[in-house]
Protein backbone atom coordinates (compact mmCIF):
# COMPACT_ATOMS: atom_id res chain seq x y z
CA UNK A 1 0.00 0.00 0.00
CA UNK A 2 1.64 3.54 -1.01
CA UNK A 3 1.94 6.02 1.78
CA UNK A 4 0.84 9.28 0.88
CA UNK A 5 3.42 11.89 0.34
CA UNK A 6 6.39 9.70 -0.36
CA UNK A 7 7.15 7.75 -4.10
CA UNK A 8 9.61 5.69 -5.12
CA UNK A 9 12.33 7.12 -7.63
CA UNK A 10 14.62 5.23 -9.44
CA UNK A 11 18.03 6.24 -8.49
CA UNK A 12 19.53 4.96 -11.93
CA UNK A 13 16.78 7.05 -14.48
CA UNK A 14 14.76 9.36 -12.35
CA UNK A 15 11.46 7.77 -13.14
CA UNK A 16 9.07 8.36 -9.96
CA UNK A 17 6.94 5.10 -9.35
CA UNK A 18 3.78 5.12 -6.76
CA UNK A 19 4.40 1.75 -5.34
CA UNK A 20 7.77 0.22 -4.58
CA UNK A 21 9.02 -3.11 -6.83
CA UNK A 22 12.47 -4.65 -7.84
CA UNK A 23 12.93 -3.02 -10.78
CA UNK A 24 11.74 -0.35 -12.51
CA UNK A 25 9.91 -0.44 -15.37
CA UNK A 26 11.48 2.75 -17.56
CA UNK A 27 14.96 1.45 -17.32
CA UNK A 28 14.93 -2.04 -16.48
CA UNK A 29 17.55 -1.38 -13.46
CA UNK A 30 17.41 -3.63 -10.33
CA UNK A 31 16.70 -2.39 -7.21
CA UNK A 32 17.44 1.19 -7.62
CA UNK A 33 14.00 2.24 -6.12
CA UNK A 34 14.14 4.52 -3.15
CA UNK A 35 11.72 6.26 -1.22
CA UNK A 36 11.59 9.63 -1.49
CA UNK A 37 9.27 12.30 -0.17
CA UNK A 38 7.03 13.85 -3.07
CA UNK A 39 8.02 17.04 -3.93
CA UNK A 40 6.09 20.10 -2.79
CA UNK A 41 2.88 20.32 -6.22
CA UNK A 42 3.74 22.80 -8.45
CA UNK A 43 0.71 25.31 -9.75
CA UNK A 44 -0.98 23.63 -12.46
CA UNK A 45 -1.79 25.48 -15.92
CA UNK A 46 -1.03 29.26 -16.79
CA UNK A 47 -4.12 30.19 -14.38
CA UNK A 48 -3.30 33.65 -12.99
CA UNK A 49 -0.81 36.52 -13.56
CA UNK A 50 -0.31 37.25 -17.29
CA UNK A 51 3.06 36.19 -18.80
CA UNK A 52 5.69 38.93 -19.77
CA UNK A 53 6.67 39.07 -23.30
CA UNK A 54 9.97 37.59 -24.17
CA UNK A 55 12.13 38.97 -27.12
CA UNK A 56 13.30 37.44 -30.54
CA UNK A 57 16.51 38.14 -32.21
CA UNK A 58 18.27 37.22 -35.01
CA UNK A 59 20.59 34.65 -35.28
CA UNK A 60 23.71 36.24 -35.58
CA UNK A 61 25.36 37.54 -32.71
CA UNK A 62 27.24 40.89 -32.61
CA UNK A 63 30.14 40.42 -30.43
CA UNK A 64 32.86 37.45 -30.97
CA UNK A 65 32.36 34.98 -28.60
CA UNK A 66 33.90 34.30 -25.34
CA UNK A 67 37.05 32.12 -26.64
CA UNK A 68 37.51 28.67 -24.81
CA UNK A 69 39.45 27.84 -21.66
CA UNK A 70 41.68 25.68 -22.55
CA UNK A 71 43.93 23.77 -19.76
CA UNK A 72 46.88 22.65 -21.81
CA UNK A 73 46.21 18.64 -20.96
CA UNK A 74 45.53 18.38 -24.56
CA UNK A 75 43.57 14.89 -23.96
CA UNK A 76 40.97 17.26 -21.82
CA UNK A 77 40.54 19.65 -23.84
CA UNK A 78 39.86 17.81 -26.94
CA UNK A 79 37.05 15.99 -24.94
CA UNK A 80 35.22 19.20 -23.99
CA UNK A 81 35.46 20.44 -27.58
CA UNK A 82 38.71 22.40 -27.44
CA UNK A 83 38.38 23.83 -23.74
CA UNK A 84 35.50 25.17 -21.17
CA UNK A 85 33.07 27.15 -22.69
CA UNK A 86 32.16 30.17 -19.98
CA UNK A 87 28.96 29.60 -18.22
CA UNK A 88 28.81 25.60 -19.50
CA UNK A 89 28.28 22.60 -16.98
CA UNK A 90 29.66 19.65 -17.54
CA UNK A 91 29.36 16.20 -15.81
CA UNK A 92 32.29 13.92 -15.11
CA UNK A 93 30.73 10.62 -14.52
CA UNK A 94 32.49 7.14 -13.42
CA UNK A 95 33.28 4.61 -11.03
CA UNK A 96 34.55 5.15 -7.57
CA UNK A 97 38.19 4.85 -7.62
CA UNK A 98 38.49 5.42 -11.47
CA UNK A 99 40.40 8.93 -10.93
CA UNK A 100 37.79 11.33 -11.03
CA UNK A 101 38.85 13.58 -8.45
CA UNK A 102 42.47 13.13 -9.31
CA UNK A 103 42.19 14.51 -13.17
CA UNK A 104 39.64 17.09 -11.89
CA UNK A 105 42.17 18.45 -9.48
CA UNK A 106 44.77 18.36 -12.57
CA UNK A 107 42.69 20.41 -14.80
CA UNK A 108 42.12 22.64 -12.09
CA UNK A 109 45.33 23.43 -10.93
CA UNK A 110 46.35 23.86 -14.84
CA UNK A 111 43.70 26.41 -15.49
CA UNK A 112 44.54 28.53 -12.11
CA UNK A 113 47.45 29.87 -14.13
CA UNK A 114 45.25 31.86 -16.38
CA UNK A 115 42.05 32.02 -14.74
CA UNK A 116 40.62 31.74 -11.48
CA UNK A 117 39.69 28.16 -10.18
CA UNK A 118 37.57 26.58 -7.76
CA UNK A 119 37.53 22.93 -6.58
CA UNK A 120 34.69 22.38 -3.89
CA UNK A 121 34.55 18.84 -2.31
CA UNK A 122 32.09 17.43 -0.11
CA UNK A 123 34.02 14.31 0.20
CA UNK A 124 37.53 14.48 1.04
CA UNK A 125 38.36 17.17 4.03
CA UNK A 126 41.05 19.67 2.87
CA UNK A 127 43.81 18.23 4.15
CA UNK A 128 43.12 15.38 2.29
CA UNK A 129 42.82 17.33 -0.39
CA UNK A 130 46.11 19.20 -0.27
CA UNK A 131 48.02 15.81 0.54
CA UNK A 132 46.56 14.21 -3.33
CA UNK A 133 47.97 17.83 -4.62
CA UNK A 134 51.10 17.42 -3.16
CA UNK A 135 51.60 13.80 -4.63
CA UNK A 136 50.56 15.39 -7.98
CA UNK A 137 52.99 17.91 -7.43
CA UNK A 138 50.30 20.62 -7.50
CA UNK A 139 50.34 22.48 -4.02
CA UNK A 140 51.63 25.90 -5.33
CA UNK A 141 48.94 25.97 -7.90
CA UNK A 142 46.25 28.89 -6.99
CA UNK A 143 43.75 26.56 -6.66
CA UNK A 144 41.01 27.72 -4.17
CA UNK A 145 40.16 25.06 -2.02
CA UNK A 146 37.14 24.04 -0.06
CA UNK A 147 35.02 21.34 1.31
CA UNK A 148 31.72 22.42 1.79
CA UNK A 149 28.04 20.10 0.95
CA UNK A 150 25.46 23.43 1.07
CA UNK A 151 23.96 23.99 -2.08
CA UNK A 152 23.07 27.67 -0.54
CA UNK A 153 26.35 28.22 1.12
CA UNK A 154 28.10 27.50 -2.24
CA UNK A 155 26.25 30.19 -4.80
CA UNK A 156 26.25 32.32 -2.12
CA UNK A 157 29.87 32.33 -2.04
CA UNK A 158 29.74 31.99 -6.15
CA UNK A 159 27.57 34.77 -6.49
CA UNK A 160 30.54 37.54 -4.72
CA UNK A 161 31.82 40.30 -6.52
CA UNK A 162 35.29 38.10 -7.37
CA UNK A 163 34.07 34.84 -8.37
CA UNK A 164 36.12 31.95 -9.91
CA UNK A 165 35.69 31.38 -13.62
CA UNK A 166 35.50 27.65 -13.23
CA UNK A 167 34.58 25.76 -10.72
CA UNK A 168 34.84 21.96 -9.14
CA UNK A 169 31.38 20.46 -7.58
CA UNK A 170 32.86 16.93 -6.18
CA UNK A 171 30.92 14.85 -6.27
CA UNK A 172 27.32 16.14 -7.28
CA UNK A 173 26.02 13.47 -4.49
CA UNK A 174 27.49 14.66 -1.64
CA UNK A 175 25.50 17.62 -1.83
CA UNK A 176 22.47 19.33 -0.75
CA UNK A 177 19.77 21.98 -0.37
CA UNK A 178 18.52 22.59 2.85
CA UNK A 179 14.66 23.36 1.68
CA UNK A 180 14.79 19.70 0.05
CA UNK A 181 13.24 16.93 2.52
CA UNK A 182 15.08 14.07 1.22
CA UNK A 183 18.58 12.67 2.21
CA UNK A 184 21.59 14.18 -0.24
CA UNK A 185 22.60 11.39 -2.77
CA UNK A 186 18.62 11.05 -3.33
CA UNK A 187 17.72 11.99 -7.26
CA UNK A 188 15.68 14.95 -6.01
CA UNK A 189 18.68 16.14 -4.03
CA UNK A 190 21.35 15.64 -6.88
CA UNK A 191 18.75 17.11 -9.41
CA UNK A 192 17.98 20.47 -7.62
CA UNK A 193 21.91 20.88 -6.15
CA UNK A 194 22.22 20.67 -9.63
CA UNK A 195 20.06 23.04 -11.17
CA UNK A 196 21.20 25.56 -8.65
CA UNK A 197 24.31 25.28 -9.37
CA UNK A 198 23.84 25.32 -13.43
CA UNK A 199 21.67 28.41 -12.75
CA UNK A 200 24.15 29.80 -11.27
CA UNK A 201 27.51 29.16 -13.58
CA UNK A 202 24.75 30.07 -16.65
CA UNK A 203 23.78 34.07 -14.83
CA UNK A 204 27.59 34.62 -13.60
CA UNK A 205 29.14 33.21 -16.50
CA UNK A 206 31.77 30.36 -14.88
CA UNK A 207 32.06 27.02 -16.06
CA UNK A 208 30.84 24.21 -13.78
CA UNK A 209 32.66 20.73 -13.59
CA UNK A 210 30.29 18.31 -10.94
CA UNK A 211 31.64 14.97 -10.52
CA UNK A 212 28.83 11.95 -10.93
CA UNK A 213 30.00 8.23 -9.58
CA UNK A 214 28.33 5.67 -11.14
CA UNK A 215 27.00 3.50 -8.59
CA UNK A 216 26.38 -0.20 -8.75
CA UNK A 217 23.71 -0.18 -6.25
CA UNK A 218 20.89 2.43 -6.38
CA UNK A 219 21.58 3.90 -3.20
CA UNK A 220 22.60 7.09 -4.48
CA UNK A 221 21.32 8.43 -8.02
CA UNK A 222 23.57 7.95 -10.71
CA UNK A 223 24.54 10.23 -13.30
CA UNK A 224 22.67 9.29 -15.87
CA UNK A 225 19.45 11.13 -14.12
CA UNK A 226 21.62 14.97 -15.03
CA UNK A 227 22.95 14.16 -18.33
CA UNK A 228 19.82 16.24 -20.06
CA UNK A 229 20.57 18.78 -18.03
CA UNK A 230 23.94 20.13 -18.29
CA UNK A 231 26.05 20.62 -21.76
CA UNK A 232 28.60 18.43 -21.85
CA UNK A 233 28.50 14.29 -20.89
CA UNK A 234 32.24 13.26 -20.06
CA UNK A 235 32.62 9.11 -18.62
CA UNK A 236 35.48 8.38 -17.22
CA UNK A 237 36.42 4.91 -18.04
CA UNK A 238 38.97 2.12 -17.67
CA UNK A 239 39.70 -1.36 -16.05
CA UNK A 240 40.67 -0.69 -12.37
CA UNK A 241 43.89 -3.06 -12.85
CA UNK A 242 44.81 -1.46 -15.59
CA UNK A 243 46.47 1.61 -15.83
CA UNK A 244 44.63 3.37 -18.66
CA UNK A 245 42.23 5.61 -18.18
CA UNK A 246 39.70 7.04 -21.12
CA UNK A 247 37.73 9.93 -20.75
CA UNK A 248 34.83 9.86 -23.75
CA UNK A 249 32.65 12.51 -24.49
CA UNK A 250 28.85 11.36 -24.58
CA UNK A 251 27.50 14.66 -25.19
CA UNK A 252 28.16 17.80 -25.70
CA UNK A 253 26.50 20.80 -26.95
CA UNK A 254 29.68 22.67 -27.61
CA UNK A 255 31.12 19.67 -29.62
CA UNK A 256 31.80 17.09 -31.14
CA UNK A 257 30.87 13.34 -29.50
CA UNK A 258 32.57 10.02 -29.29
CA UNK A 259 35.65 11.98 -28.57
CA UNK A 260 37.95 10.33 -26.16
CA UNK A 261 40.94 11.10 -24.18
CA UNK A 262 43.68 8.73 -23.06
CA UNK A 263 45.56 8.96 -19.38
CA UNK A 264 48.09 6.55 -18.19
CA UNK A 265 47.34 6.39 -14.14
CA UNK A 266 50.61 6.58 -12.24
CA UNK A 267 51.76 7.30 -8.79
CA UNK A 268 52.18 11.35 -9.73
CA UNK A 269 48.13 11.30 -11.58
CA UNK A 270 46.96 11.29 -14.57
CA UNK A 271 49.29 11.57 -17.72
CA UNK A 272 48.51 12.13 -21.07
CA UNK A 273 48.66 9.49 -23.76
CA UNK A 274 50.03 11.07 -26.97
CA UNK A 275 49.78 8.12 -28.79
CA UNK A 276 47.60 5.74 -27.62
CA UNK A 277 47.85 2.76 -30.25
CA UNK A 278 51.61 2.33 -29.02
CA UNK A 279 50.62 1.80 -25.26
CA UNK A 280 47.55 -0.21 -26.22
CA UNK A 281 49.48 -2.66 -28.51
CA UNK A 282 52.61 -2.02 -26.42
CA UNK A 283 51.80 -5.39 -24.28
CA UNK A 284 51.38 -7.52 -27.66
CA UNK A 285 52.74 -11.36 -27.44
CA UNK A 286 53.51 -11.32 -31.14
CA UNK A 287 52.55 -14.36 -33.20
CA UNK A 288 49.71 -15.96 -31.66
CA UNK A 289 46.55 -17.37 -32.78
CA UNK A 290 43.37 -15.73 -32.02
CA UNK A 291 44.66 -12.58 -31.29
CA UNK A 292 43.82 -9.72 -34.57
CA UNK A 293 45.03 -5.59 -34.16
CA UNK A 294 41.80 -3.71 -35.02
CA UNK A 295 41.96 -0.11 -36.19
CA UNK A 296 39.45 1.70 -34.98
CA UNK A 297 38.21 5.42 -34.92
CA UNK A 298 37.57 7.10 -31.47
CA UNK A 299 35.72 10.64 -32.17
CA UNK A 300 38.16 12.16 -34.77
CA UNK A 301 41.35 10.12 -33.84
CA UNK A 302 42.41 6.48 -34.96
CA UNK A 303 43.26 3.72 -32.21
CA UNK A 304 44.71 0.45 -32.79
CA UNK A 305 44.20 -2.26 -30.16
CA UNK A 306 44.33 -5.75 -29.88
CA UNK A 307 41.58 -7.98 -30.12
CA UNK A 308 41.86 -11.77 -28.16
CA UNK A 309 39.57 -14.67 -28.55
CA UNK A 310 39.66 -17.98 -27.24
CA UNK A 311 37.88 -20.53 -27.76
CA UNK A 312 37.28 -24.32 -25.49
CA UNK A 313 35.34 -27.08 -25.53
CA UNK A 314 32.10 -26.37 -23.58
CA UNK A 315 31.81 -28.78 -20.75
CA UNK A 316 28.88 -26.96 -20.23
CA UNK A 317 25.14 -27.22 -22.30
CA UNK A 318 25.27 -23.64 -22.05
CA UNK A 319 28.58 -22.73 -23.64
CA UNK A 320 30.04 -19.35 -22.01
CA UNK A 321 30.13 -16.32 -23.97
CA UNK A 322 32.62 -13.82 -22.00
CA UNK A 323 32.74 -10.35 -23.66
CA UNK A 324 35.29 -7.75 -22.27
CA UNK A 325 35.31 -4.46 -24.06
CA UNK A 326 33.01 -5.56 -26.70
CA UNK A 327 28.75 -6.00 -27.38
CA UNK A 328 28.10 -9.12 -26.65
CA UNK A 329 25.08 -9.11 -29.06
CA UNK A 330 27.42 -8.23 -31.63
CA UNK A 331 29.79 -11.20 -30.82
CA UNK A 332 26.71 -13.53 -31.03
CA UNK A 333 25.67 -11.66 -34.31
CA UNK A 334 29.49 -12.42 -35.66
CA UNK A 335 29.39 -15.69 -34.15
CA UNK A 336 25.80 -16.54 -35.68
CA UNK A 337 27.19 -15.15 -39.54
CA UNK A 338 30.25 -17.17 -39.12
CA UNK A 339 28.18 -20.56 -38.33
CA UNK A 340 25.31 -20.05 -40.60
CA UNK A 341 27.40 -18.40 -43.80
CA UNK A 342 31.17 -19.93 -43.36
CA UNK A 343 30.33 -23.39 -41.29
CA UNK A 344 32.58 -22.50 -38.88
CA UNK A 345 31.23 -24.56 -36.03
CA UNK A 346 31.48 -22.43 -32.53
CA UNK A 347 28.43 -23.85 -31.08
CA UNK A 348 29.87 -26.56 -28.89
CA UNK A 349 32.64 -23.77 -27.71
CA UNK A 350 33.22 -21.42 -24.78
CA UNK A 351 33.85 -18.31 -26.18
CA UNK A 352 36.39 -15.63 -25.07
CA UNK A 353 36.68 -11.96 -26.22
CA UNK A 354 38.66 -8.89 -24.72
CA UNK A 355 39.92 -6.06 -26.35
CA UNK A 356 43.23 -5.67 -24.67
CA UNK A 357 44.41 -2.89 -22.41
CA UNK A 358 40.74 -2.28 -20.93
CA UNK A 359 39.51 -0.06 -24.13
CA UNK A 360 35.62 0.01 -24.65
CA UNK A 361 35.41 -0.66 -28.35
CA UNK A 362 31.46 0.45 -29.73
CA UNK A 363 31.92 0.39 -33.33
CA UNK A 364 30.50 -1.87 -36.17
CA UNK A 365 33.98 -1.86 -37.97
CA UNK A 366 35.75 -4.34 -35.24
CA UNK A 367 32.82 -7.07 -36.59
CA UNK A 368 35.85 -8.33 -39.17
CA UNK A 369 38.73 -7.44 -36.94
CA UNK A 370 36.67 -9.76 -34.05
CA UNK A 371 35.87 -12.24 -36.76
CA UNK A 372 39.35 -12.62 -37.97
CA UNK A 373 40.29 -13.49 -33.86
CA UNK A 374 37.96 -15.96 -33.89
CA UNK A 375 38.90 -17.79 -36.84
CA UNK A 376 42.46 -17.56 -36.15
CA UNK A 377 41.58 -19.17 -32.66
CA UNK A 378 39.63 -22.34 -34.15
CA UNK A 379 42.42 -22.82 -36.93
CA UNK A 380 45.11 -22.08 -34.53
CA UNK A 381 46.97 -19.71 -36.97
CA UNK A 382 47.73 -16.57 -36.23
CA UNK A 383 46.68 -13.50 -37.84
CA UNK A 384 50.50 -12.84 -40.70
CA UNK A 385 52.22 -10.43 -38.69
CA UNK A 386 52.07 -6.45 -39.86
CA UNK A 387 48.44 -6.95 -40.10
CA UNK A 388 45.49 -4.85 -39.44
CA UNK A 389 41.69 -6.02 -40.16
CA UNK A 390 38.33 -3.65 -40.25
CA UNK A 391 35.25 -4.06 -41.84
CA UNK A 392 32.11 -4.26 -40.88
CA UNK A 393 30.15 -7.58 -41.57
CA UNK A 394 26.40 -7.79 -43.00
CA UNK A 395 23.87 -10.93 -41.81
CA UNK A 396 24.83 -12.55 -45.31
CA UNK A 397 28.32 -12.65 -44.53
CA UNK A 398 29.06 -9.77 -46.63
CA UNK A 399 31.73 -7.22 -45.74
CA UNK A 400 30.92 -3.61 -45.70
CA UNK A 401 33.02 -0.58 -46.11
CA UNK A 402 33.21 1.54 -43.00
CA UNK A 403 34.12 5.29 -42.40
CA UNK A 404 37.46 6.59 -42.35
CA UNK A 405 39.35 4.43 -44.38
CA UNK A 406 42.46 7.07 -45.21
CA UNK A 407 43.08 7.71 -41.37
CA UNK A 408 43.01 4.18 -40.44
CA UNK A 409 45.76 2.91 -42.76
CA UNK A 410 47.39 5.94 -42.23
CA UNK A 411 47.79 5.05 -38.51
CA UNK A 412 48.52 1.41 -39.03
CA UNK A 413 51.45 2.41 -41.54
CA UNK A 414 52.63 4.97 -39.00
CA UNK A 415 52.90 2.29 -36.43
CA UNK A 416 54.91 0.00 -38.68
CA UNK A 417 51.82 -2.20 -40.08
CA UNK A 418 52.55 -3.15 -43.53
CA UNK A 419 48.95 -4.67 -44.95
CA UNK A 420 45.13 -3.69 -44.02
CA UNK A 421 42.70 -6.57 -44.37
CA UNK A 422 39.61 -4.08 -45.59
CA UNK A 423 36.33 -4.01 -46.98
CA UNK A 424 36.00 -3.47 -50.82
CA UNK A 425 36.08 0.04 -51.25
CA UNK A 426 32.22 1.60 -52.36
CA UNK A 427 32.00 1.59 -55.99
CA UNK A 428 35.22 -0.54 -57.46
CA UNK A 429 36.83 -3.50 -56.29
CA UNK A 430 40.41 -3.52 -57.09
CA UNK A 431 43.15 -3.73 -55.20
CA UNK A 432 45.69 -0.97 -54.34
CA UNK A 433 47.64 0.39 -52.52
CA UNK A 434 46.88 2.60 -49.76
CA UNK A 435 48.54 6.01 -47.82
CA UNK A 436 52.10 5.71 -46.73
CA UNK A 437 52.57 2.32 -49.52
CA UNK A 438 50.21 0.25 -47.07
CA UNK A 439 48.84 -2.90 -48.79
CA UNK A 440 45.31 -3.25 -48.59
CA UNK A 441 43.50 -6.55 -49.22
CA UNK A 442 40.07 -6.14 -49.59
CA UNK A 443 37.73 -8.64 -48.92
CA UNK A 444 34.24 -8.75 -49.98
CA UNK A 445 32.78 -11.66 -48.11
CA UNK A 446 33.56 -13.29 -44.74
CA UNK A 447 34.34 -16.80 -46.81
CA UNK A 448 37.10 -15.13 -48.35
CA UNK A 449 38.97 -14.22 -44.70
CA UNK A 450 37.92 -17.32 -43.49
CA UNK A 451 39.95 -19.42 -46.21
CA UNK A 452 43.20 -17.47 -44.36
CA UNK A 453 42.58 -19.74 -41.21
CA UNK A 454 40.06 -22.95 -42.03
CA UNK A 455 42.88 -25.22 -41.72
CA UNK A 456 46.48 -25.17 -39.98
CA UNK A 457 48.01 -26.30 -43.41
CA UNK A 458 45.89 -24.43 -45.90
CA UNK A 459 45.75 -21.48 -43.07
CA UNK A 460 49.68 -21.55 -43.39
CA UNK A 461 49.90 -21.85 -47.31
CA UNK A 462 47.20 -18.88 -47.91
CA UNK A 463 49.17 -16.68 -45.36
CA UNK A 464 52.60 -17.58 -47.08
CA UNK A 465 50.51 -16.71 -50.31
CA UNK A 466 49.65 -13.83 -48.61
CA UNK A 467 53.11 -12.76 -47.49
CA UNK A 468 54.40 -13.51 -51.03
CA UNK A 469 52.13 -12.25 -53.49
CA UNK A 470 49.21 -10.74 -51.56
CA UNK A 471 47.91 -9.11 -54.83
CA UNK A 472 47.35 -12.34 -56.01
CA UNK A 473 44.16 -13.44 -54.48
CA UNK A 474 42.29 -10.31 -55.92
CA UNK A 475 42.75 -11.70 -59.71
N1 LIG B 1 48.62 7.68 -2.42
C1 LIG B 1 48.38 7.22 -3.66
N2 LIG B 1 49.37 6.76 -4.44
C2 LIG B 1 49.16 6.32 -5.67
N3 LIG B 1 47.95 6.25 -6.24
C3 LIG B 1 46.90 6.67 -5.53
C4 LIG B 1 47.05 7.18 -4.22
N4 LIG B 1 45.84 7.54 -3.77
C5 LIG B 1 44.99 7.26 -4.78
N5 LIG B 1 45.62 6.74 -5.83
C6 LIG B 1 45.02 6.33 -7.12
O1 LIG B 1 44.01 7.21 -7.44
C7 LIG B 1 42.78 6.50 -7.55
C8 LIG B 1 41.68 7.30 -6.91
O2 LIG B 1 41.46 8.37 -7.71
P1 LIG B 1 40.31 9.42 -7.38
O3 LIG B 1 40.64 10.57 -8.24
O4 LIG B 1 40.21 9.63 -5.91
O5 LIG B 1 39.03 8.64 -7.90
P2 LIG B 1 37.51 9.11 -7.91
O6 LIG B 1 37.50 10.56 -7.56
O7 LIG B 1 37.05 8.82 -9.30
O8 LIG B 1 36.81 8.28 -6.91
C9 LIG B 1 42.94 5.22 -6.83
O9 LIG B 1 42.19 4.20 -7.40
C10 LIG B 1 44.42 4.98 -6.96
O10 LIG B 1 44.64 4.25 -8.14
MG1 LIG C 1 36.79 11.38 -5.81
ZN1 LIG D 1 14.87 3.53 -13.93
Known amino acids: MARTGV ?31 VPAAVPKGLKGAKGHRIAFVGLEGSGGRPPRKASGIAEFDRVCGGGLVPGSAVLVGGDPGIGKSTVLLQVAAALSTSCACAYISGEEAI ?6 ADRLGLSKAPVRLAAATSV ?9 ADAPEVVVVDSIQTMYIDAIDSAPGTVAQVRASAQELIRSAKRRGFSVLMVGHVTKEGLIAGPRVLEHMVDTVLYFEG ?5 FRILRTVKNRFGPTDEIGVFEMTDRGLVEVANPSALFLGERQGQISGACVFAGIEGSRPLLVEIQSLLAPSPLGTPRRAVVGWDSGRLAMVMAVLEARCGLALSGMDVYLNVAGGLKVGEPAADLAVAAALASAAGG ?26 IRLKEAA ?3 FGRAIAPPRRGGGERRNGPSGIEV ?3 AHLNELLSLFRQPSIGRAAAGALERDPGSRHE
Open 7 to 37: HFVCQECGTSHPKWSGRCDACGAWNSLAEEP
Open 127 to 132: EQLRLR
Open 152 to 160: RDIVATLED
Open 239 to 243: ERNHQ
Open 381 to 406: VPVPSGTIVFGEIGLSGEVRPVSHLD
Open 414 to 416: KLG
Open 441 to 443: VEI
